[in-house]
């Protein structure tokens, strides 16, 4: 199987002049950021979304990353999974809507999935840390950020046990950050409570939340600059 090729990888030998927002667009798409820390069962719940029944389909942003492929992990599906080198050239290019260092890696939004989708008309679903939801919400004030919790520390300590994909030092880093992150959850709009073994309940609450966000605001209008502004 040949490797697929990172949106945007072109574009990043090339720098080109900033271009104006397209304020013409006019959508009612939301960009949605599913955000929590590490262990509080992202994928997980991104994954019962993709088995629900969305009209339209939602679209889910494959985030880029210069961290190493897990087992089991596919280049294009779970990341687009860059060298250092390529990552930086992305980077320069203005390829991400934004771009942050965690837990010693590096991770971006590409910016072309977000702006395709949304003119499309379909609500983007992004998964992102916290210090990247908040340079989104900074960049793109229509953004609705989504919270995920865990029932308790411990619960989440023992899921990142469980999982077993960190080495030692990984773990005690994503451990130590969990306390920190889960301070900052009253700057989203929603909080949801990912309790353990009630995956599906979960994904029906952020659905419910997504719905009432278009009853409440039909008008709506999520902008995403070509290049940051």
């Known amino acids: 199987m040949s490797e697929l090729t990172p949106p945007g990888a072109e574009a990043a030998r090339t720098k080109e002049a900033e271009p104006a927002p397209e304020t013409e667009d006019a959508n009612p798409a939301i960009l949605v950021i599913i955000s929590g820390p590490s262990g509080v ?3 997980t719940i991104i994954e019962a979304l993709r088995r629900r029944q969305h009209d ?3 679209h889910y942003v494959v985030t880029s990353t210069t961290r190493e492929r897990r087992p089991g992990e596919v280049n294009g599906v779970d990341y687009w999974f860059l060298d250092p080198e390529t990552f930086v050239a992305q980077r320069a290019a203005g390829e ?4 942050n260092e965690v837990h010693g890696n590096w991770y ?3 910016r072309g999935q977000v702006r395709g989708a949304l003119a499309e008309g379909r609500d983007v679903i992004l998964k992102i840390d916290v210090q990247g939801a908040q340079v989104v919400k900074e960049k793109i004030p229509g953004a609705l950020l989504i ?3 865990p029932p308790s520390l411990e619960d989440l300590f023992q899921r990142l046990l469980s999982r077993a994909t960190e080495t030692a030092n990984e773990l ?3 451990q130590r ?3 920190i992150e889960l301070a900052r959850q009253e700057d989203y709009d929603y909080v949801v409570t990912n309790e353990t073994g009630q995956v599906e309940r979960t994904a029906e609450r952020i659905d419910a939340i997504i719905a009432e966000e278009h009853r409440k605001h039909p008008d709506r209008r999520v902008e995403v600059y070509p290049r940051s502004p």
């Open 41 to 43: 069962g992202k994928d």
């Open 56 to 58: 339209p389909e939602y």
């Open 96 to 99: 991400f809507l934004e771009a």
């Open 108 to 110: 971006g939004t590409p």
């Open 147 to 149: 919270f995920l919790i």
């Open 172 to 174: 005690e880093i994503r």
């Open 177 to 179: 950050n969990a306390a």
